[in-house]
């Protein structure tokens, strides 16, 4: 079992920064994959980015590649979302997911392919 806690959203105006952190509980977080997914009102969850356990591979929604940037700190059992030049098309509750896996050829960008989820936390860009 994993739980998952978000901080780190906000009100921000257009062209600013946050940094979403994801905290994770459990001795396991290595060997998990994490994603970032959002959700904006009225329209589905979709993949934001995702690392993999180690660190090593990352991959993004292609609307914010070059502006976010994922990592994870094993040792702190939290993995990051840093997110740049904000749009206001980036308004959603963002939620952080993991799923059990340490297959390096498993690129999870699907909801249902994460084992557990944080609640969310709001982020807001204003123009």
């Known amino acids: 079992q994993v739980q998952l806690v978000e901080t780190g959203g906000g009100l921000v105006q257009a062209g600013g920064s946050l940094r979403l952190s994801c905290a994770a509980s459990?001795?396991?977080?290595?060997?998990?994959?994490m994603g970032w997914f959002r959700q904006a009102p009225g329209k589905e969850r979709e993949f934001v980015a995702a690392?993999?356990?180690?660190?090593?591979?990352?991959y993004y929604l292609d609307s914010v590649k070059g502006r976010f940037t994922i990592s994870r700190d094993n040792a702190k059992n939290t993995v990051y979302l840093q997110m740049n030049s904000l749009k206001p098309d980036d308004t959603a509750v963002y939620y952080c997911a993991a799923l059990y896996t340490v297959n390096p050829s498993k690129r999870p960008t699907l909801a249902h392919e994460y084992d557990y989820w944080g609640q969310g936390t709001q982020v807001t860009v204003s123009s």
């Open positions: 690392i993999s356990w180690n660190g090593v591979d990352t």
């Open positions: 459990g001795r396991t977080f290595s060997t998990y994959t």
